[in-house]
Protein backbone atom coordinates (compact mmCIF):
# COMPACT_ATOMS: atom_id res chain seq x y z
CA UNK A 1 0.00 0.00 0.00
CA UNK A 2 1.09 3.68 -0.49
CA UNK A 3 3.61 5.34 2.13
CA UNK A 4 3.14 8.81 1.59
CA UNK A 5 6.64 8.86 3.58
CA UNK A 6 8.24 7.56 1.07
CA UNK A 7 6.23 7.66 -2.24
CA UNK A 8 8.91 7.75 -5.10
CA UNK A 9 8.12 7.37 -9.25
CA UNK A 10 9.73 6.77 -12.26
CA UNK A 11 9.62 6.65 -15.79
CA UNK A 12 7.02 9.31 -15.84
CA UNK A 13 5.53 10.61 -19.14
CA UNK A 14 2.95 13.30 -19.39
CA UNK A 15 1.38 14.84 -22.82
CA UNK A 16 -1.40 17.41 -21.97
CA UNK A 17 -3.42 20.62 -23.36
CA UNK A 18 -5.13 22.54 -20.85
CA UNK A 19 -7.24 26.31 -22.10
CA UNK A 20 -8.65 28.66 -19.28
CA UNK A 21 -11.17 31.38 -19.90
CA UNK A 22 -10.85 33.23 -16.65
CA UNK A 23 -13.29 36.34 -17.70
CA UNK A 24 -16.18 33.49 -18.41
CA UNK A 25 -14.96 30.79 -15.54
CA UNK A 26 -14.82 28.17 -18.35
CA UNK A 27 -11.65 25.61 -18.08
CA UNK A 28 -10.66 22.38 -20.59
CA UNK A 29 -7.99 20.35 -19.49
CA UNK A 30 -7.39 17.47 -22.18
CA UNK A 31 -4.34 14.51 -21.13
CA UNK A 32 -3.24 12.68 -24.37
CA UNK A 33 -1.26 10.49 -22.39
CA UNK A 34 -0.21 9.95 -18.55
CA UNK A 35 2.20 6.94 -17.16
CA UNK A 36 4.28 6.47 -14.38
CA UNK A 37 5.88 3.66 -12.14
CA UNK A 38 5.55 3.92 -8.12
CA UNK A 39 7.24 1.86 -5.07
CA UNK A 40 4.07 -0.12 -5.46
CA UNK A 41 4.34 -3.58 -5.13
CA UNK A 42 0.92 -3.96 -7.06
CA UNK A 43 0.51 -0.71 -9.22
CA UNK A 44 2.18 0.53 -12.46
CA UNK A 45 -0.41 3.24 -14.67
CA UNK A 46 0.21 1.93 -17.82
CA UNK A 47 -2.02 4.96 -19.18
CA UNK A 48 -4.59 7.82 -18.30
CA UNK A 49 -5.95 9.62 -20.95
CA UNK A 50 -9.27 11.83 -21.07
CA UNK A 51 -10.96 15.54 -21.33
CA UNK A 52 -12.45 17.50 -18.49
CA UNK A 53 -14.67 20.75 -18.42
CA UNK A 54 -15.53 22.89 -16.07
CA UNK A 55 -17.70 26.40 -16.46
CA UNK A 56 -20.71 28.02 -15.27
CA UNK A 57 -22.90 25.21 -16.35
CA UNK A 58 -21.55 21.99 -15.11
CA UNK A 59 -18.71 19.80 -14.72
CA UNK A 60 -17.99 17.09 -17.39
CA UNK A 61 -15.43 14.05 -17.83
CA UNK A 62 -15.44 13.04 -21.17
CA UNK A 63 -13.87 9.09 -22.30
CA UNK A 64 -11.19 8.46 -19.08
CA UNK A 65 -9.55 5.90 -19.44
CA UNK A 66 -7.16 4.24 -16.99
CA UNK A 67 -4.94 1.53 -17.95
CA UNK A 68 -2.96 -0.53 -15.25
CA UNK A 69 -1.48 -4.31 -15.03
CA UNK A 70 -5.02 -5.20 -13.36
CA UNK A 71 -7.42 -3.01 -14.44
CA UNK A 72 -9.04 -1.78 -18.18
CA UNK A 73 -11.50 0.78 -17.92
CA UNK A 74 -13.60 3.84 -19.17
CA UNK A 75 -15.25 6.46 -17.47
CA UNK A 76 -17.64 9.39 -18.61
CA UNK A 77 -19.96 11.64 -16.46
CA UNK A 78 -21.78 15.33 -16.69
CA UNK A 79 -23.06 17.05 -13.68
CA UNK A 80 -25.49 19.80 -15.76
CA UNK A 81 -26.23 23.25 -13.96
CA UNK A 82 -23.92 23.26 -11.51
CA UNK A 83 -21.79 26.07 -11.10
CA UNK A 84 -18.47 25.26 -9.00
CA UNK A 85 -18.11 29.40 -9.31
CA UNK A 86 -21.50 29.54 -7.19
CA UNK A 87 -21.05 29.81 -3.27
CA UNK A 88 -24.37 28.49 -3.19
CA UNK A 89 -23.76 25.69 -5.58
CA UNK A 90 -23.56 22.91 -2.91
CA UNK A 91 -26.43 23.06 -1.27
CA UNK A 92 -28.68 22.87 -4.45
CA UNK A 93 -26.28 19.64 -5.26
CA UNK A 94 -28.95 17.28 -5.03
CA UNK A 95 -31.47 18.81 -7.82
CA UNK A 96 -28.50 18.69 -10.45
CA UNK A 97 -29.08 16.49 -13.38
CA UNK A 98 -26.49 13.66 -13.39
CA UNK A 99 -25.29 11.06 -16.16
CA UNK A 100 -22.50 8.96 -15.98
CA UNK A 101 -21.10 5.73 -17.20
CA UNK A 102 -18.42 3.05 -16.18
CA UNK A 103 -17.10 0.42 -17.84
CA UNK A 104 -14.87 -2.10 -17.02
CA UNK A 105 -13.30 -4.77 -18.89
CA UNK A 106 -11.05 -5.54 -15.97
CA UNK A 107 -10.79 -3.90 -12.54
CA UNK A 108 -8.31 -5.58 -10.15
CA UNK A 109 -8.74 -4.60 -5.89
CA UNK A 110 -4.61 -4.46 -5.71
CA UNK A 111 -5.07 -1.38 -8.00
CA UNK A 112 -7.27 0.29 -5.34
CA UNK A 113 -5.98 -1.32 -2.21
CA UNK A 114 -2.58 -0.14 -3.07
CA UNK A 115 -3.95 3.52 -2.32
CA UNK A 116 -7.47 2.37 0.16
CA UNK A 117 -5.38 -0.11 2.26
CA UNK A 118 -8.59 -0.45 4.53
CA UNK A 119 -10.13 -2.19 1.14
CA UNK A 120 -7.17 -4.58 1.07
CA UNK A 121 -10.06 -7.32 2.02
CA UNK A 122 -10.85 -7.77 -1.73
CA UNK A 123 -9.32 -10.11 -4.13
CA UNK A 124 -9.53 -10.43 -7.53
CA UNK A 125 -10.54 -8.95 -11.00
CA UNK A 126 -14.13 -8.05 -11.71
CA UNK A 127 -15.63 -6.42 -14.65
CA UNK A 128 -18.67 -4.25 -14.43
CA UNK A 129 -20.85 -2.07 -17.05
CA UNK A 130 -22.56 0.75 -14.79
CA UNK A 131 -24.75 3.38 -16.20
CA UNK A 132 -26.87 5.45 -14.55
CA UNK A 133 -28.61 9.25 -15.12
CA UNK A 134 -31.37 11.43 -12.96
CA UNK A 135 -29.91 13.58 -9.71
CA UNK A 136 -28.49 12.58 -6.91
CA UNK A 137 -32.12 13.04 -5.29
CA UNK A 138 -33.93 10.33 -7.23
CA UNK A 139 -31.06 8.31 -9.09
CA UNK A 140 -32.04 5.79 -12.03
CA UNK A 141 -29.64 2.81 -12.06
CA UNK A 142 -30.56 1.71 -15.95
CA UNK A 143 -27.91 -1.47 -16.24
CA UNK A 144 -25.34 -2.56 -13.54
CA UNK A 145 -23.11 -5.65 -14.52
CA UNK A 146 -20.66 -7.62 -12.97
CA UNK A 147 -19.15 -10.71 -13.40
CA UNK A 148 -16.90 -12.14 -11.16
CA UNK A 149 -15.18 -15.27 -11.88
CA UNK A 150 -18.21 -17.84 -12.85
CA UNK A 151 -20.58 -15.43 -10.68
CA UNK A 152 -22.58 -13.28 -12.82
CA UNK A 153 -25.15 -10.22 -11.03
CA UNK A 154 -27.47 -7.49 -13.22
CA UNK A 155 -29.35 -5.18 -12.17
CA UNK A 156 -31.82 -2.00 -12.90
CA UNK A 157 -33.20 0.05 -10.04
CA UNK A 158 -33.84 3.43 -8.10
CA UNK A 159 -31.97 5.04 -5.78
CA UNK A 160 -33.63 7.93 -3.74
CA UNK A 161 -31.62 10.63 -1.02
CA UNK A 162 -28.04 9.66 -2.50
CA UNK A 163 -26.67 11.57 -0.03
CA UNK A 164 -29.15 11.45 2.84
CA UNK A 165 -28.26 7.47 4.27
CA UNK A 166 -31.21 8.19 7.16
CA UNK A 167 -33.35 8.24 4.86
CA UNK A 168 -32.33 6.96 1.40
CA UNK A 169 -34.74 4.09 -0.24
CA UNK A 170 -33.59 1.68 -3.04
CA UNK A 171 -35.94 -0.12 -5.76
CA UNK A 172 -34.00 -2.72 -7.23
CA UNK A 173 -34.88 -5.82 -9.77
CA UNK A 174 -32.28 -8.56 -10.57
CA UNK A 175 -31.91 -10.46 -13.40
CA UNK A 176 -29.86 -13.23 -15.69
CA UNK A 177 -28.25 -13.70 -12.15
CA UNK A 178 -26.01 -16.45 -11.07
CA UNK A 179 -23.79 -17.01 -8.26
CA UNK A 180 -21.08 -19.61 -7.48
CA UNK A 181 -21.02 -20.08 -4.25
CA UNK A 182 -16.87 -20.93 -3.77
CA UNK A 183 -16.16 -17.49 -5.84
CA UNK A 184 -17.64 -15.49 -2.38
CA UNK A 185 -14.29 -17.35 -0.82
CA UNK A 186 -12.30 -16.11 -3.63
CA UNK A 187 -13.14 -12.96 -3.87
CA UNK A 188 -13.31 -12.41 0.31
CA UNK A 189 -10.50 -14.87 1.68
CA UNK A 190 -9.42 -13.37 4.49
CA UNK A 191 -12.65 -13.38 6.57
CA UNK A 192 -13.20 -17.46 6.15
CA UNK A 193 -16.48 -17.88 4.65
CA UNK A 194 -16.86 -21.66 4.40
CA UNK A 195 -17.02 -23.12 0.78
CA UNK A 196 -19.93 -25.92 -0.20
CA UNK A 197 -18.18 -27.12 -3.09
CA UNK A 198 -21.11 -29.49 -3.73
CA UNK A 199 -23.67 -26.37 -4.32
CA UNK A 200 -23.04 -25.32 -7.66
CA UNK A 201 -24.03 -22.44 -9.08
CA UNK A 202 -27.38 -20.59 -8.02
CA UNK A 203 -29.42 -18.97 -10.14
CA UNK A 204 -31.61 -16.13 -9.33
CA UNK A 205 -34.94 -16.49 -11.19
CA UNK A 206 -36.54 -13.73 -9.23
CA UNK A 207 -34.77 -11.04 -7.23
CA UNK A 208 -36.13 -8.06 -6.29
CA UNK A 209 -35.35 -5.64 -3.29
CA UNK A 210 -36.88 -2.34 -1.70
CA UNK A 211 -36.32 -0.20 1.40
CA UNK A 212 -32.74 0.55 2.84
CA UNK A 213 -30.21 -0.98 5.50
CA UNK A 214 -32.74 -0.83 8.44
CA UNK A 215 -35.71 -1.30 6.54
CA UNK A 216 -36.33 -3.86 4.02
CA UNK A 217 -38.35 -6.12 1.64
CA UNK A 218 -36.46 -8.81 -0.71
CA UNK A 219 -38.26 -11.63 -2.36
CA UNK A 220 -36.41 -14.13 -4.13
CA UNK A 221 -36.58 -17.45 -6.25
CA UNK A 222 -33.50 -19.54 -6.37
CA UNK A 223 -32.76 -22.60 -8.72
CA UNK A 224 -29.83 -24.80 -7.64
CA UNK A 225 -30.12 -27.77 -10.64
CA UNK A 226 -33.54 -29.61 -9.69
CA UNK A 227 -33.65 -27.77 -6.21
CA UNK A 228 -35.63 -24.49 -5.88
CA UNK A 229 -36.22 -22.45 -3.14
CA UNK A 230 -38.73 -19.32 -2.73
CA UNK A 231 -38.41 -16.31 -0.11
CA UNK A 232 -40.61 -13.57 0.11
CA UNK A 233 -39.17 -11.40 3.79
CA UNK A 234 -39.21 -7.83 5.47
CA UNK A 235 -37.15 -7.01 7.98
CA UNK A 236 -37.26 -3.55 10.09
CA UNK A 237 -34.44 -2.78 12.46
CA UNK A 238 -35.43 0.63 13.27
CA UNK A 239 -37.29 0.13 16.43
CA UNK A 240 -35.34 -1.81 19.57
CA UNK A 241 -36.79 -4.97 18.51
CA UNK A 242 -36.61 -5.76 14.91
CA UNK A 243 -39.31 -7.21 13.15
CA UNK A 244 -39.42 -9.70 10.89
CA UNK A 245 -41.38 -11.97 8.50
CA UNK A 246 -40.04 -14.49 6.10
CA UNK A 247 -42.02 -16.65 4.41
CA UNK A 248 -40.36 -19.50 2.71
CA UNK A 249 -41.25 -22.48 -0.30
CA UNK A 250 -38.59 -25.25 -1.23
CA UNK A 251 -38.92 -28.02 -3.63
CA UNK A 252 -36.48 -31.01 -3.71
CA UNK A 253 -33.78 -29.19 -1.35
CA UNK A 254 -30.50 -31.08 -0.96
CA UNK A 255 -28.97 -30.15 2.45
CA UNK A 256 -25.95 -32.40 1.66
CA UNK A 257 -23.38 -29.97 0.59
CA UNK A 258 -24.15 -28.00 4.16
CA UNK A 259 -24.93 -31.14 6.54
CA UNK A 260 -23.21 -34.69 4.52
CA UNK A 261 -26.66 -35.98 4.33
CA UNK A 262 -28.47 -36.33 1.65
CA UNK A 263 -32.04 -35.06 1.84
CA UNK A 264 -34.69 -33.92 -0.77
CA UNK A 265 -37.05 -31.50 1.41
CA UNK A 266 -40.20 -30.17 0.11
CA UNK A 267 -41.36 -27.66 2.92
CA UNK A 268 -43.28 -24.27 3.39
CA UNK A 269 -42.73 -22.04 6.43
CA UNK A 270 -43.55 -18.57 8.05
CA UNK A 271 -41.30 -17.00 10.88
CA UNK A 272 -43.06 -13.75 12.04
CA UNK A 273 -42.62 -11.91 14.93
CA UNK A 274 -40.51 -9.09 17.07
CA UNK A 275 -37.06 -9.22 18.89
CA UNK A 276 -34.49 -12.15 18.98
CA UNK A 277 -34.81 -13.61 21.79
Not at 49 to 75: A, M, P, Q
Not at 77 to 101: E, Q, R, V, Y
Not at 237 to 260: A, Q
Request: a positive charge; one cysteine or more; glycine letters at 6%.
Amino acid sequence: SINMHDFRIHDLNLSLSALADLANNSFELKINRFSFTPNLKYFKLKNMSGEFFIDTNGVYVNNLSILTGGTDLNFSAKLDKFNLFDSTAISKLNDDPLDFNLKAAKFNFDDLSSFLPSTNILKGTISVNLKSSGSLKELNLSKLAVSFLNTHIEANGKIRNVMDPDDMFITSKFSNTVINQPDISELLPSTGIPVFKNLGVVKFDTLKFRGNQLNFWVKANLQAGKESADVNASLDCRKKDMSYNINFFTRNLDLSPFTGIITNLNSKGIFKGSGIK
